[in-house]
C-alpha cells in the first residue's frame, strides 16, 4: 500500500538521472576489485541497476549479491514482532574485495551497521563503501555515504519512500508522513 505523498523529490527521470550519477562516480575509482552487495529490499534493484549502469559504461560486468540484515538489528527483538525475513545471496567470495554496499534511504545509520555486522560473516573485505540514494539525516551512528544521490533532511512527522518499478510498479522518490501507530 503506497503511503500519502506530501512531496515528489524526484520522478522516473530524476532516477534514473541520479543512479546514473552515481554509477559514473563508482566508475571513477578504481572498480577493478568492486562487488556489489544491495541491501533488501529497495537496494537491491538500485544494485543491479548501477551495476547495468557500470557495465554498459565501462565495460565491465559486476557481481550483484544480496543482504538481509534483519537479524542483526539492534531493535530485531524490541520493533519487530514479525520480522519480513527476505534471502541473503552472495554467490562469490567478498575476502579482499572492494565492496559497494547500496541502500535507498540512510536515516539514523542503524540499518548499514546491521549490514556491516551481516557482511562480516561471510568474510574480510578490503574495504566496504556505502551507496545511498537519498540521505535523509538525523544520524544517530557515524555512519556516512560515500555515494550519495541527494540529501533532503526530513522533518519529525515524515519519511522518504524511494519506490522502484521493480516492486512499487513505478520509479520515484518521495516525501511521505509517517504512519500513525
Known amino acids: 500500500m503506497k503511503?500519502?505523498?506530501?512531496s515528489q523529490l524526484l520522478d522516473k527521470k530524476g532516477l534514473k538521472d541520479?543512479?546514473?550519477?552515481?554509477?559514473?562516480n563508482i566508475i571513477s575509482t578504481d572498480i577493478s576489485n568492486v562487488v556489489i552487495i544491495g541491501m533488501?529490499?529497495?537496494?537491491?534493484?538500485?544494485?543491479?541497476?548501477?551495476?547495468?549502469?557500470?557495465?554498459?559504461?565501462?565495460?565491465?560486468?559486476?557481481?550483484?549479491?544480496?543482504i538481509d540484515v534483519t537479524f542483526y538489528r539492534d531493535d530485531f527483538r524490541i520493533r519487530l514482532k514479525q520480522p519480513e525475513i527476505q534471502l541473503s545471496d552472495i554467490p562469490f567470495?567478498?575476502?579482499?574485495?572492494?565492496?559497494?554496499?547500496?541502500?535507498?534511504?540512510?536515516?539514523?545509520?542503524?540499518?548499514?551497521?546491521?549490514?556491516?555486522?551481516?557482511?562480516?560473516?561471510?568474510?574480510?573485505p578490503s574495504s566496504i563503501k556505502l551507496v545511498s540514494l537519498?540521505?535523509?539525516?538525523?544520524?544517530?551512528?557515524?555512519?556516512?555515504?560515500?555515494?550519495?544521490?541527494?540529501?533532503?533532511?526530513?522533518?519529525?512527522?515524515?519519511?522518504?519512500?524511494?519506490?522502484?518499478?521493480?516492486i512499487d510498479g513505478e520509479d520515484g522518490i518521495f516525501v511521505v508522513p509517517i504512519p500513525k501507530k
Open 93 to 124: 567470495s567478498i575476502d579482499e574485495k572492494d565492496i559497494i554496499l547500496v541502500d535507498d534511504v540512510i536515516y539514523t545509520g542503524r540499518t548499514v551497521r546491521a549490514a556491516l555486522a551481516a557482511l562480516m560473516d561471510y568474510g574480510r
Open 40 to 66: 533488501q529490499t529497495r537496494g537491491v534493484p538500485i544494485a543491479e541497476r548501477i551495476a547495468e549502469m557500470i557495465r554498459k559504461k565501462s565495460g565491465k560486468k559486476m557481481k550483484v549479491g544480496v
Open 3 to 6: 503511503s500519502k505523498v506530501k
Open 134 to 166: 537519498v540521505d535523509r539525516g538525523h544520524r544517530e551512528l557515524p555512519i556516512q555515504p560515500d555515494f550519495n544521490g541527494l540529501e533532503h533532511k526530513t522533518k519529525s512527522d515524515e519519511e522518504i519512500q524511494v519506490r522502484v518499478e521493480e
Open 18 to 24: 541520479t543512479i546514473q550519477r552515481v554509477a559514473e
